[in-house]
C-alpha cells in the first residue's frame, strides 16, 4: 500500500469514527430534548421526536404509533398534570433529570440503542387550585429508559422508547414507607381510552418491586453483553 493509499485509509476511518461521535451527540441531545419536553407537558413536541411508525413502552402497555404516543403524552398526562394546559404551570412541578447515558451506535450508521437513567420531581404548590386527584403531593421517581433509535433522512428520531419505573417516594415518608402510585397497565385501547395498544406478554411490577431492563451495551472490558 503506497503512502497516499495509507493516508487515504486512515483519513475515511477517522471520518467515520467522527461520524460515530457526531450521531452519539444527536442522540443525547434528542433524548435529553424528550426530558425537558416532558417536563413541561408539550405532547405535540415529544411526539415529534419519533419515527412514523415509533412506539413508547410505559407501564407494561405499548403504544404504537404517533397518534397512540400523543394519547400517552397530550390525552393522558397533559389533561391529568395541567388540565391540557402546555407548562410551565404556575404551582405544578414535574422536572425529569436525564443522565448516565450510554449510546451505541451502528456501523452503518443508520440505528442505534441508548440507555438512560431518569430522576424526577413533581407535586403541587399548596397555592394551586387543581390538585391531580391520586398524585401525591411531593413526590420523588426514578426509571431507567432502554431505547432504540433510527435515522430517517439525516434526522436522529425515536424509534422505540422503554421506560420502566425503578422506584417511588413521597417526599415525606421516603421510599421506605411508600408505594408506587403508578401501577401496570390492564386494559387496552379503546377499553380504557387512556390504555396501550398492546399489553406485554408479563407485568412489570412497580415499587417496592424491582422489573429489570436488559442492558444493550456490551461490557467495556470482557467486550460482551452481560446479566446479572
Not at 422536572?95 to 451505541?104: R, S, Y
Not at 442505534?112 to 420523588?140: I, M, V
Amino acid at each position: 500500500m503506497s503512502e497516499i493509499d495509507e493516508l487515504k485509509e486512515s483519513v475515511a476511518a477517522l471520518s467515520h469514527r467522527v461520524t460515530l461521535i457526531e450521531d452519539q451527540q444527536a442522540i443525547r441531545k434528542l433524548h435529553y430534548a424528550y426530558g425537558y419536553y416532558i417536563d413541561y407537558n408539550w405532547p405535540h413536541a415529544v411526539a415529534d421526536l419519533f419515527a412514523e411508525n415509533g412506539e413508547v413502552i410505559f407501564l407494561s402497555g405499548i403504544y404504537r404509533g404517533r397518534d397512540s404516543i400523543y394519547r400517552l403524552y397530550g390525552t393522558w398526562f397533559q389533561e391529568f398534570f395541567t388540565h391540557s394546559e402546555p407548562g410551565p404551570v404556575d404551582g405544578f412541578l414535574l422536572d425529569h433529570f436525564q443522565m448516565q447515558d450510554i449510546i451505541t451506535v451502528a456501523e452503518d450508521g443508520q440505528t442505534a440503542k441508548g440507555r438512560f437513567r431518569a430522576l424526577l420531581a413533581g407535586g403541587n404548590h399548596e397555592s394551586r387550585d387543581y390538585h391531580p386527584e391520586g398524585l401525591p403531593e411531593q413526590f420523588y421517581e426514578a426509571g431507567i429508559y432502554e431505547n432504540d433509535y433510527v435515522k430517517e433522512d439525516g434526522v436522529w428520531k425515536i424509534k422505540r422508547l422503554d421506560y420502566v419505573v425503578q422506584w417511588q417516594a413521597e417526599y415525606a415518608d421516603g421510599w421506605a414507607k411508600t408505594e408506587s402510585h403508578l401501577q401496570p397497565a390492564v386494559e387496552t385501547y379503546p377499553g380504557n381510552p387512556l390504555g396501550p395498544d398492546e399489553l406485554l406478554p408479563e407485568q412489570r411490577l412497580t415499587w417496592p418491586h424491582r422489573s429489570p431492563l436488559h442492558m444493550h451495551y456490551a461490557h467495556p472490558v470482557i467486550g460482551k453483553a452481560v446479566r446479572g
